[in-house]
């Protein structure tokens, strides 16, 4: 990925996502900023709970409202602003510019229409197609995402596909309006690594035809390792590392980062007989409750945490490369 | 610590040192279901010696879970031999059961679904000894306290209820009930998949541990061959029911001879293989294509033909049986040559 | 790896303070008391129970005996709410049946409970042919008509309390024993129950111990649905003149009055309303228990 200077397609500033737990506002996503540019993979990382799903929905403008709603910041598409941006405006861009794979194949379908129907509904919805068009449409999409006979499949209910077809078929529907920006939220954990595979390669090859930007969530270091460019890393709703996907895997920067990348088991070609031990990330993610606390959220798991550390939250330290990472090591470091 | 160390196998002590903890011979567990039978595990073979961890690798559905619990038991084996300790227990019942039930015990996948919500956790660790009589009464709650020390949880959290604790402690409540009854097998079924990756190196971790402390012999499922190579020394690859490739840990990877056994690898996605890449094609296609086909409806022949990028008209009607290649790898493919080719 | 991990153990970490252990019981209790409607439904039940159980000791008058004037209108005489068709005091006749109306309600929904929970647990635990068999048989009882077979039941064998609480218990346990056995089918393939049959738990105790504490939740709310249900069923009984001639009951008073409903509305409208308020707190409890049993809706 060079570092054209052309704008962003998509620009966060400074975004914030609150849920109100037992009457107190808990940020699940905090003072959050990054772009996106056209035909870019951007990865989102980061263990359970640290806000990545959150802030796919509010890009969707699909925050659940109550308990939750996006509090304060900024997030342009183009030249739109989407926060507070009317609900009609929202639907006429969600599905269309922006459009998300979520993790649960099968229970994001509906299971009493066709596939070729949901495909087609989402197809009239936005491009103002006649029924014919938009069936003809189906076929078509069902096509370009690998469904063997799809003037067969149209037809078929979601209970009559596999997993991996599935998926294939959300797919369809996310990009059956070529959106400019479309969300994966961890699109394969629920599906068998050689049906994986399969769904990445149909990620990339789409993505190289329609020149879409993709925000690709997960918890696999791999995964960003082989299908992102860029990867932000999150912890308890905030970002504490971004940088280039393949600088990121060879030396993450932040302790978290680094934890997360060296605590998963390597396949190597030639392994020890007998197992080194794992790094390990001691304690927990915080819950929602500890989310407002001041200080790094990472601070009471961090092994080189700092006095400071429990006070205030570091500044994000760039360096070259377009790296940032968000620690006072760091920031100590860079004085 | 009091380290509640195997009981000492009785049956065990006639047999010759050599004989495995665990030999499977011809195992079949079927299912019926509404318009037919499920073969959820259609004939496999495997020995694990003392000590060993086995791994059990192969995309959902193909009757890892099956076969898991057959060994353990917990399922009917509808043909077929199960061997601990040289004894057959394959169609044991009542007290012989109940002694075998001693010996091998179960590490579950879903911490959530494994443990009863309606018990403390003391409670949970210690239902094994009562059930099973395991010692003197007297000495059951110091006992419990061991095992809560030895899977890292505190004596204080004997009290709470699953609900209140992490997935991850969740997880060592069972591991530590696992080990209550002093088992010499312990089968873990995907213990830590549905665990936060950081989470899963503090479980895979303890497991580790345990086997060499306790001397404990696994049998190991999982779907990521990353976690079954760090933690196991044989490992079997299951497609549709069958064993399809067995090796020890690095014969496996340093000479795959199944074409599954190579996609699997070449499918699991990798830091290390990414990172030494140069721009444009970040990856190789995916190697095979299509979907894995229905249990309730096999196909003749190879189940994996109709993947197969080598499959021949004679791999869809004949069925291949596990052949020994040598170096205790053994494949169950017509073309496989023996040297990661295919004749 | 251009930087080793900085450390490949735990390094030693602040115990955190073990939290109070909180049984699921007392979670559900947490969010039954945030509950406005179910909180005014307990305190409404708890009433309807206080009336049935002291009321009689308290209010001395007999249901049975002539009082006063037949059909004195409320507020007319010293029996406030005035009497009825033979002159019976109509307050004496709501304490008093209020204890007989909840007693043969209560046991009628315990019958049906035990019936539908033991049907319902050997069907769901066992499944195949002890399944099906006890399926056949629970169909065959769901298809009859509920009140004809009742007021068969209680023409053929008297109208005595007990046995007009056999009748409503023998003909409404079919859905119990369906919730039952759904829920029973289910637990079993959890792995808990699994990891107990692991250790030799018998199947006594997997039934009785491990599974139906689990299934609890939805048959408690079917439980308080059937005592409302048992009490409508028993007025309704009353009313087509098959109660128990020698225990007065909110339904009998009705059913008594009927011919006078035009001359004395207090007569029937006092004793429906006691057993629509009894049926109402009934109901908001099981709504409730439904809300503050269910996991789902317990994590927020
Ligand atoms: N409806 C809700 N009410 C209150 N808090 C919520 C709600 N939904 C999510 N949260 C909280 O928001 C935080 C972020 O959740 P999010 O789903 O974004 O996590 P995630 O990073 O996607 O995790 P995962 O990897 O499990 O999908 C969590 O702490 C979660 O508890
Ligand atoms: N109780 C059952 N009744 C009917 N079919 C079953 C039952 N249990 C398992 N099966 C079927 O048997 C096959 C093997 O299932 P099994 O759970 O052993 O697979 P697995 O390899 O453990 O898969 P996963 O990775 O998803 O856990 C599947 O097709 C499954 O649908
Ligand atoms: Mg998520
Ligand atoms: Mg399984």
Redesign the pocket.
Known sequence: MSMTPTPPLLSVRDLTVAFRVRGEDAPVVRDLSFDLHEGETLGIVGESGCGKSMTALALMGLVPNPPGRIASGSIRLGDEELVAAAEARLRRVRGARISMVFQEPMTSLNPVFTVGEQIAETARAHLGLSAREARDRAVEMLRLVGIPAPERRVGDYPHQLSGGMRQRVMIAIALVCEPQVLIADEPTTALDVTVQAQIFDLFRELQDRMNTAVILITHDIGVVAEMTDRVMVMYAGRKVEEGPAADFVAAPRHPYARGLVNCVPRLVADPPDVPEPLFEIPGLVPGAEALARPGCAFAPRCPRAMPVCGREFPPVTASPGGRSVACWLDAEGAR | MTVPAPSPPSASAAVPAEAPLLDVRGLEVR???RGGV?H??GGVDFAIPRGQAFGLV????????????ACARL?EAAAGEIRLGGEDVTHISGRELRAMRRRVQIVF?DPYASLNPRERAGAIVRRPLDLMDVGPKSGRQARVEALFALVGLRPEQQALFPHQFSGGQRQRIGIARALASGPELIVC??PVSALDVAIQAQILNLLARLKRDLGLTYLF?S?DLAVVQHLCDEIAV?YL?RIVERAPKRALFARPLHPYTRALIEAAPSADRAVGRAGAPRRRAAAIQGDPP???DPPPGCAFAGRCPHAVDRCRTEVPALRDMGGGQAVACLRADGAGGFV | MSEPPVMTSMPPMPPMPVPEPVSPARQAWRMFRRNGAAMIGLALLLLVLAEAALGPALYSVSPDDMVWMPLTPPGASEYWLGTDYVGRDLLAGLIHGGRVTLIVGGSAAALTVAIGVLVGAFAGYYGGRIDNALMRVTEFFQVLPNLLLAMVVVMLFGASLVNIAIAIGAVSWTSTARLTRVEFMRLR?MDYVRAERSIGASDARLIWAVILPNAAPPLIVSAALSAGTAILFEAGLAFLGLGDPNAMSWGRIIGDNRPYVLDAWWAVTFPGLAIFLAVLAISLVGDGLNDALNPRLRER
């Open positions: 299912f019926p279901v499920v959820a595990v192969g995309e959902s559905g193909s009757g890892k879970t099956t076969a898991a619990l399922a996948q079924d995907e499922i779907h299951m029911g229905s249990p309730l | 393939e």
